[in-house]
């Protein structure tokens, strides 16, 4: 298994749908996991921190699965400004380094 | 409070030449990293330091030079560029006991 692997999409949703990407990391000893957003031609920007099962911020709920080693995001009420490519963010194996790895990203575009 | 900041923030160079990318954080967080990115590759890890004086080697190290004399700083050189490094390179830094990374808004270099 791939250290952090992502759904390839690309995504294409009407605004107001509910649409949700998951990612499945190999670490099993990894205990944070992070979703970034990434608009077009922009910086990686923290989205969600996830340290246990899952945490919920407004339309935006992070699930995270400790047996099958998958995260989930799921996106509520999508709207037009949602358009971005979301990045599933996994810590390095062992050592103190706060190095992370970075999945290839979904791309979502909200449709109006 | 600026954050990182990254310059220049193009760049067009010729292919042999050396090339230096700046980042500069207005915090003092220890850990500072360089990524480039590349469609189908997402972001890799180029360096990163963990303190003023200490730096090592990430996923793709070849071809590039970093140095951190002081905090704030950790300029990224190309001693000889090469048209594979043809990139948009990201700055980044996190806090002690931390994971979540802030990035600087990149820079986009082309080499010919």
């Known amino acids: 298994r791939k250290e952090v692997e992502q759904d390839p999409g690309p995504f294409n949703v009407p605004e107001g749908a509910t649409v949700a990407f998951n990612c499945t990391y190999s670490?099993?000893?990894?205990?944070?996991f992070f979703w970034y957003r990434q608009d077009c031609r922009k910086e990686p920007k923290l989205l969600m921190s996830v340290y246990s099962s899952g945490n919920e911020d407004g339309r935006f709920t992070a699930q995270l699965n400790r047996a099958s080693q998958y995260i989930s995001l799921l996106i509520r009420d999508s709207k037009l400004s949602d358009s971005a490519t979301y990045l599933c963010?996994?810590?390095?194996?062992?050592?103190?380094?706060?190095?992370?790895?970075f999945g290839k990203g979904t791309l979502l575009t909200v449709n109006p | 409070d600026a954050g990182i900041t990254q310059s220049p923030r193009y760049k067009i160079t010729e292919t042999g030449r050396q090339v230096t990318l700046m980042c500069h954080q207005t915090?003092?967080?220890?850990?500072m990293f360089w990524y480039r990115q590349d469609l189908g590759h997402g972001l890799r890890l180029i360096y990163y330091?963990?303190?003023?004086?200490?730096?090592d080697k990430g996923e793709v190290p070849d071809g590039y030079v970093v140095s951190r004399s002081k905090t704030e700083n950790f300029p990224l050189t190309l001693e000889s560029a090469t048209r594979s490094q043809t990139s948009v390179y990201f700055c980044?830094?996190?806090?002690?006991?931390?994971?979540?990374?802030?990035f600087g808004p990149g820079t986009r270099l082309t080499v010919t």
């Open positions: 670490n099993s000893a990894s205990q944070s």
């Open positions: 980044a830094a996190t806090g002690d006991a931390s994971y979540e990374q802030y």
């Open positions: 330091s963990a303190a003023a004086d200490i730096t």
């Open positions: 915090w003092s967080h220890s850990y």
């Open positions: 963010v996994v810590p390095n194996s062992g050592g103190s380094n706060y190095k992370l790895t």
